[in-house]
């Protein structure tokens, strides 16, 4: 019997496998990845549920939330692909690392990265592995490239820390991350949200000059479909006080609350009972309900 191996063959073999694989890992990636035009000169790029928005301008390019090293690198390649312009700006939305991660891709001498400062302290201060901001600022900023800007504005607490709106000029782009949702509910149980913060910042937002919406999550939109957002927070915050208020239950609440307004929206029927639950803890931790004497 003969245990003779044709090596030279076997090793082709072996090449062609591997090359077949890393091509199919390639076109993987590309796959999970695209870019959208929004509106002029400004783009949205998709990352399965998560997204950003950036603007290319005469000179230069403006970006937001890298959102992980594997998006961040992918998306820098196709910045250089199709517009060849240096990367001025990275904004960061706020604190969450699910969107700002990935940072270091985008690192250069020539790049400022830019955060609202509560935002900057908590990624310092959990030592965030990611690029610490070097510009940030209270409560709001212009930055500027060729004739375009963005204006960045705080509005308080809504997501996280440091949380901002971020608005394109002059093709009227409004981009906002996690507390304004476009097309499906809000996450979940709401964890990290404030709900009153939610509802007073998008007030704000409604006041901004603005055409298209893009969110960090969801579907692009108008004004009108960012007001949907807004209503829905309003209808279930007051239908959760109003249960409190009568003595009903948390368990009571999930399965007699319904809001049929909304139910052409994502996840309305598995989250709804989620988000109801996330109102009556924010109201419980925030507002101190279960402190109150004239409760039934």
């Not at 931790?285 to 109150?292: L, V």
Request: hydrophobic share 40%; net charge negative; aromatic share 12%.
């Amino acid at each position: 019997m003969s245990y003779f191996v044709n090596v030279p063959a076997a090793f082709g073999r072996l090449t062609i496998a591997c090359t077949l694989l890393a091509l199919t890992s390639i076109q993987a990636v590309a796959d999970d990845y695209r870019i959208e035009k929004v509106k002029d000169n400004v783009y949205r790029f998709v990352d399965d549920r998560h997204r950003n928005v950036f603007m290319v301008t005469e000179d230069a390019i403006i970006a937001t939330d890298p959102m992980n090293t594997r998006a961040a690198t992918w998306l820098k390649a196709e910045m250089k692909k199709r517009f060849n312009k240096p990367i001025k700006f990275v904004v960061y939305s706020h604190n969450h690392t699910d969107h700002v991660y990935g940072g270091e891709v985008f690192k250069s001498p020539d790049t400022r990265f830019v955060a609202q400062e509560l935002a900057r302290q908590d990624l310092a201060i959990t030592h965030a592995n990611t690029v610490i901001p070097d510009i940030t600022f209270k409560d709001a900023m212009h930055l500027y490239s060729g004739t375009n800007n963005v204006e960045l504005k705080y509005w308080g607490d809504n997501d996280g820390r440091g949380s901002i709106s971020m608005l394109f000029k002059p093709a009227k782009v409004m981009y906002v991350v996690d507390w304004i949702v476009l097309g499906r509910m809000p996450w979940q149980k709401l964890w990290s949200y404030d709900i009153q913060g939610m509802i007073n910042s998008t007030e704000g937002v409604l006041k901004e000059d603005f055409d298209i919406f893009v969110g960090g999550h969801g579907e692009v939109g108008t004004k009108k479909d960012v007001q949907e957002s807004l209503d829905y927070l309003k209808d279930l915050y007051a239908a959760v006080i109003q249960g409190m208020l009568k003595g009903e239950s948390l368990d009571y609440m999930k399965t007699h609350i319904k809001l049929p307004k909304y139910k052409h929206l994502a996840h309305y029927e598995e989250w709804l009972p989620l988000n109801i639950e996330g109102v009556y803890n924010n109201l419980m931790e925030k507002s101190g309900q279960g402190w109150r004497p004239d409760l039934p």
